[in-house]
Nanobody
């Protein structure tokens, strides 16, 4: 079985920074795209940023220039560096990965349980 475990959330003041991490473990053959989504109370879950296995990235317009997604393929880990945080960035942040597993031999999306980011003074 595959697990995605996020860390790094917390309370930060407006203008501050946080770095989220998400490590994948289990019977992994290959990880394709990895990404971060977020969901604020009463809202749908939206894409924040995504990174391919080759390092190509894409961002939601609301975070361009402030957030940076990166990954360490050797560690099966994806990161989200969040700078110049705003109160509207407050949400639960979820890690997502498209993973091909060895046992069972399959490919599908996996989700982490989420980590809360609160931006408030």
């Amino acid at each position: 079985q595959v697990q995605l475990v996020e860390s790094g959330g917390g309370l930060v003041q407006p203008g501050g920074s946080l770095r989220l991490s998400c490590a994948a473990s289990g019977s992994i053959f290959r990880i394709n795209d990895m990404g971060w989504y977020r969901q604020a109370p009463g809202n749908q879950r939206d894409l924040v940023a995504v990174i391919s296995s080759g390092g190509s990235t894409d961002y939601a317009d609301s975070v361009k220039g402030r957030f940076t997604i990166s990954r360490d393929n050797a560690k099966n880990t994806v990161y989200l560096q969040m700078n110049s945080l705003k109160p509207e960035d407050t949400a639960v942040y979820y890690c997502n990965a498209d993973i091909r597993t060895v046992v069972p031999l399959a490919q599908r999306q996996y989700w982490g349980k989420g980590t809360l980011v609160t931006v408030s003074s």
